[in-house]
Every structure is written in structure tokens, then in C-alpha cells.
Nanobody, 114 residues
Framework: VQLQASGGGLVQPGGSLRLSCAASGSISSIYAMGWYRQAPGKERELVAIFTSGGSTKYADSVKGRFAISGDNAKNTVYLQMNSLKPEDTAVYYC?????????WGKGTQVTVSS
């Protein structure tokens, strides 16, 4: 199973970015796909997840600013990030949780700075 993430970059405070993550390979039933992030010197934390049933869960710090969505047919998950803040700066990792196990993408850097 491979997870290909894209969409990171440098953005000014208040700006927006959209992350995408596509899963490929031998994928069994998927429970959920989501995004985690890790800032320098901090532990990896949940940002948002999207379940196969369409449910979503967000970290309190991103509620109202980020929106996760998914395309089950394409095994793809998206994260729309609006009103970005400097504290959102981190490496964002895509995660897939399936019957066959849990998988991680390589990570994409998001930097929010003026």
C-alpha cells in the first residue's frame, strides 16, 4: 500500500491550502483515512479523519477552519485548510486505517509565515 500526498507549501497567515492523499496498492476494506501533523519538537497529533461511512473528526485547534472530505471510489482523501495560522506549520502525514493494517504517507511540509 502506498500513500501519495500532495499540496503542501508556503502560505501567508490567513491563507488556504488543499492537501490530497491517494492510496494505491492492495487495499482491503478501509475504516478511515486522515491527516496527522508533527511540528518541530512536538509529538504527532491528529488533525482530521474521514471514515468510510462519511463521518468526520477534527482536532479542536482546526475546527471551523479545516474541512476533510473523501472519495471512497478513488481511495483519496482531501484536507481543505483555510484561515491558516503560524501554529499550523508542521509536516502533515496522510494515514490510512484498513483491515490489513495502518499505513502512513511520507509527509508534506506546510509552512505558514509572512
Amino acid at each position: 500500500v502506498q500513500l501519495q500526498a500532495s499540496g503542501g507549501g508556503l502560505v501567508q497567515p490567513g491563507g488556504s491550502l488543499r492537501l490530497s492523499c491517494a492510496a494505491s496498492g492492495s487495499i482491503s476494506s478501509i475504516y478511515a483515512m486522515g491527516w496527522y501533523r508533527q511540528a518541530p519538537g512536538k509529538e504527532r497529533e491528529l488533525v482530521a479523519i474521514f471514515t468510510s461511512g462519511g463521518s468526520t473528526k477534527y482536532a479542536d485547534s482546526v475546527k471551523g477552519r479545516f474541512a476533510i472530505s473523501g472519495d471512497n471510489a478513488k481511495n483519496t482523501v482531501y484536507l481543505q485548510m483555510n484561515s491558516l495560522k503560524p501554529e499550523d506549520t508542521a509536516v502533515y502525514y496522510c494515514n490510512l486505517n484498513a483491515v490489513s493494517g495502518k499505513y502512513w504517507g511520507k509527509g508534506t511540509q506546510v509552512t505558514v509565515s509572512s
